[in-house]
């Protein structure tokens, strides 16, 4: 990654965007596929079903009142579901909004755990891709954060998949 490579900020957090993501730019910052994926059908996506009062609560609770994800650097979370959705953020560059993935990873409990970053939102892809949609998913699958150095000094974050 080079040093013009493109980064927001959001909550004292830098999220560096990838180099993929900086080949595809339109004007002065990139549009990158996730902005497609979530407007394609709707505006977010989110693995449960909130068919009723209960489910519904939970959802809001967890999407609105998030962790961040670097309290769980190095520990596990038991992943129920997965709520994506997109905000906009400040670039810290150029002090331009820009739109960016927010992925909530809720687990067991209900607990959301929030993620502003194009590395994580490409993850959750990977993850879903290979374990499919959480809502068919016998039971809650464990993965463990783990942070990633970026070479302009910065930190993402990664899922590791655990076998139980």
Known sequence: MSDMTPAIQQDDEIFAL????????????AVTDFRADLTSKSASYCSMTAADQ??????????????????????RIR?????????????????EKI????VILIDDKAQGYQSVSVGMYECVKRLLQTFGDPEEWT?????????????????????????E
């Not at 990838?18 to 910052?29: A, C, I, K």
């Not at 129920?80 to 670039?91: F, K, Q």
């Open 139 to 163: 039971k809650p699958l464990t993965v463990e954060v783990v942070p990633i150095a970026l070479q302009n000094g910065g930190t993402t974050y990664n899922l590791q998949a655990i076998f």
């Open 54 to 75: 209960r489910t519904k609560v939970s959802l809001f609770n967890a999407t609105g009142s998030p962790k961040k994800i670097k309290e769980m650097i190095n520990k």
């Open 79 to 95: 992943l129920a579901h997965i709520y994506i959705d997109g905000i906009w953020v400040t670039d810290q560059k150029t002090g």
């Open 18 to 29: 990838s180099e993929l993501d900086s080949q595809t730019r339109s004007g002065s910052f």
């Open 99 to 102: 739109y960016a993935p927010r």
